[in-house]
């Protein structure tokens, strides 16, 4: 079985994104690559986001007991690449037999993902990135994410997606498909 091949980025979700970009960008000497009305990304080394901020509109003090809602601070998300789409793929296949199903399939440009609940329902985004390197991942998200019709990706159908990279679908296609 093919394990990730590093931990990619994670997502904060908070009312005070200035404050956190601030502490963030300070603590790690880190630089902003991209920022929108409600989420912003940094990173500090050749990755194309380390750390990204959401500010989803007013967020709720979370119930100390019970899943998550997803409209109060704290992690949004954690990440983990895959080395290649095929990876990518037999791992979701591995896990739906098992039961284990994503809850949504976006393809985000700069990556290809696969959304999961964990049992305490964090979300864990497992990915691919769309670029063979990290300076063409970095060129995309400073240069022409400005202008993708929808700056988060699209829905993709995860069985439409093992379809196709079985027919012979390449990473480099996908970033064409945002």
């Known amino acids: 079985m093919a394990s990730p091949t590093k931990l990619s980025h994670i997502v904060l979700q908070t009312n005070r994104r200035r404050e956190m970009i601030d502490w963030y960008c300070t603590v790690l000497g880190a630089e902003i690559l991209y920022e929108a009305e409600r989420i912003s990304f940094i990173s500090y080394d050749d990755e194309h986001h ?25 992690l949004h998300h954690v990440a983990f690449t895959f080395a290649t789409l095929d990876d990518l793929i037999d791992n979701y296949e591995r896990l739906k037999a098992l039961g284990i199903r994503p809850h949504r399939c976006v393809n985000h440009g700069v990556t290809t ?24 991942g970095n060129s995309y998200m400073r240069r022409r994410r400005a202008d993708d019709k929808n700056p988060v990706g699209i829905a993709i159908d995860p069985e439409e997606l093992v379809a196709r990279a079985r027919a012979g679908l390449k990473r480099e296609e996908l970033a064409a498909i945002n």
């Not at 380390?50 to 704290?74: C, Y």
């Not at 696969?114 to 300076?135: G, K, R, S």
Request: hydrophobic share 35%; charged share 30%.
């Open 50 to 74: 380390r750390v990204a901020f959401l500010d989803p509109g007013p967020l709720a003090d979370r119930e100390p007991e019970g899943p998550k809602a997803g409209r109060e601070a704290g």
């Open 113 to 136: 993902s696969m959304y999961y609940y964990d049992p305490d329902h964090n979300q864990v985004e497992l990915l691919i990135d769309n670029f063979a390197t990290a300076i063409e």
